[in-house]
């Protein structure tokens, strides 16, 4: 038996190492491939460095469920990491039901970074409160019409971060978080209603639906699946402002090693296939 004949028979399972491998080494040292920075992730960035520090704050909205973690919750880290290493206020919510505790998640993930930031005072954590459009509407008359307490059952009146934020006139930037189709709501009745800026973050597979609001400018920008979190993960390290563990980059580097190895694969084995082919029939011909 000649070697393509051997590669043809090969154990499926060797393919399956390869695989692990490739998806499993890049976490244990980080290869911190190449990565380019696209203008949608960088927009969003902006849109929260333009945040004066300890002034407005930015609204997070975590409309998404565990199913969709992976692509987002590393985006809401990223938020999370460049407000607080920065002084800049936080608001979160969910019009999602599962999304209150992804907020509350990330919070618990990225909060032992920074002691001495404080609920009620550089960050609220607002909840979950049902009717999606109802929700979104009165925030831009009255942030407590929709929420009168934050998440804990707290009074929004005796928050020191609130006393201030009252609709969206005070909120400087809308980023909503989804796996869904919820930022078309933001639009409807935040951007087009209210003139409140909006950026997303959303999986890959749904970015592409939302490029006709990028380009219209509906949305101020976009993060897109697990790439348009290591880029803001990058945008942060660029500026100097943390050098926290980089999960999105890191599975970046992952997946594009994992990728390589398939198409390799693929290549070696059609590579195989012919050359048995070819073997085959001179040992045909030669009979």
Request: proline share 7%; hydrophobic share 45%; aromatic share 10%.
């Amino acid at each position: 038996m000649n070697f393509w004949k051997k590669v043809m028979k090969l154990n499926r399972r060797w393919i399956f190492l390869l695989i692990a491998l490739a998806v499993f080494i890049p976490f244990l040292k980080p290869l911190r491939l190449p990565l380019s920075i696209t203008k949608p992730a960088k927009d969003v960035f902006d849109a929260v460095e333009s945040i004066p520090p300890e002034g407005p704050p930015l609204l997070i909205a975590t409309d998404y469920a565990p199913s969709t973690a992976p692509e987002l919750d590393p985006m809401l880290y990223a938020l999370l990491r460049h407000c607080f290493v920065t002084k800049r206020r936080v608001m979160l919510l969910a019009l999602y039901p599962q999304g209150a505790g992804m907020a509350q998640a990330g919070l618990d993930f990225i909060l032992p970074e920074f002691p001495d930031v404080k609920s009620g005072e550089d960050y609220v954590f607002l909840g979950y409160q049902p009717g999606v459009q109802a929700v979104v509407m009165s925030l831009g008359e009255d942030v407590r019409l929709a929420f009168p307490t934050d998440a804990y059952g707290v009074s929004l009146d005796s928050l020191p971060m609130m006393e201030h934020v009252r609709n969206y006139d005070d909120i400087a930037l809308v980023v909503d978080l989804a796996g869904s189709s919820i930022p078309i709501t933001w639009v409807i009745y935040a951007v087009a209603r209210y003139g409140q800026r909006l950026g997303v973050g959303v999986t890959a597979v749904s970015a592409a639906q939302y490029y006709p609001y990028l380009n219209s400018g509906q949305f101020i920008g976009m993060l897109g699946g697990l790439k348009g979190a290591a880029e803001y993960e990058i945008l942060i390290q660029q500026k100097g402002y943390t050098e926290a563990r980089q999960i999105a980059t890191i599975g970046m580097d992952s997946q594009s090693i994992a990728h390589l190895v398939i198409l390799a694969l693929i290549i070696i084995g059609n590579i195989a296939f012919f050359a048995s082919k070819s073997h085959k029939k001179k040992g045909t011909s030669s009979k």
